[in-house]
């Protein structure tokens, strides 16, 4: 598997999407049964990351948000960190990525910045998964979902105590570039906190059209000096808008493919789509890769 960083800094790099509507689309409802999914179903998880690479996929994300010892214990499924990762790790390999990372997302447990208790109890979650991770054939660990800066500064530390390999950190943001439901937390906060703790990959979630998504990597480039990704998340059809499809022509894949060379110009590197998607737009943005000069 070839080394994901000596691609920083050249080609567009597509992302599978992420999972979430799909298997919600399979019948899971909760995080627990997304859990399940991966444990008993195998095959189904398969099938919708197979559909994801159909178009050229250059880089698979394993579907292991959930991954902390934290949330395995609170979706009440007796599973071991070590053993849940290193099931999808084979399931992936299966597929023959180009690129594999692991995702990780916020362990949810309360933290209280202020506790020295806190923190390390936090920081720990993050930190047996890291551990975990430096034992799987992977390209990196990608860290996504964070809409605290506390809550990712505990993200990196832990992972970065015991982890070299590549790290990608996402976190959501609304279209004015505020950390999701925290006005006073910026993406540019964000982004410098990433490059502080020697993040790899700087990322963003945003729903949003590609225009403002386009203002947004502008702003993460003007203040780190770090390959850029960027999430679209797809927000679910408005029923009052179906005869006014052109409301939401930029949620289109051919509107996706249209932007993303603009986005590409504008500084992203990496590019996935969320929310109510489907493997077309992912096809999309391969396509648009191709024809970036």
Known sequence: ??????????????????????????????????????????????????????????VLIAPSRACTPARLRASGIAVDTRDYL?????LCQGLTPQHLLLEVGPCGLPLDPSSRASLLENKQEYTQVARVCS?????????????????LRCALMGVRAVYDGVIIASVVVDDKGSLLGRPCESLEDACLLMA????????????CPPS???????????????PLMLELHIPSPDPSLLRHQRAEAHLSPDALMDALP?????????????????????GALCAGALVIP
């Open 135 to 151: 034992d799987l054939a992977i390209d990196g660990i990608f860290l996504s979902g964070f809409t605290s800066l506390d809550d």
């Open 262 to 282: 603009r986005l590409y110009k504008a500084g992203a590197q990496f590019f996935r789509v969320g929310g109510d998607c489907r493997s077309a737009h992912t």
């Open 196 to 207: 502080e703790y020697e993040a790899h990959v700087a990322a963003c979630v945003c729903a």
């Open 86 to 90: 290193t099931g999808l790790v084979h």
């Open 1 to 58: 598997m070839p080394d994901i960083h000596l691609r920083f800094g050249k080609e567009a790099l597509i992302c599978t999407a992420d999972l979430t509507e799909g298997y919600r689309r399979h019948g899971a409802q909760t995080e627990k049964d997304e859990i399940l999914t991966n444990l008993l179903e195998p095959d189904t998880v398969e099938q919708m990351l197979r559909l994801e690479m159909l178009g050229g996929t250059h």
């Open 212 to 226: 403002a998504a386009e203002k947004l990597i502008t702003r993460a480039r003007s203040c780190i000096d770090l």
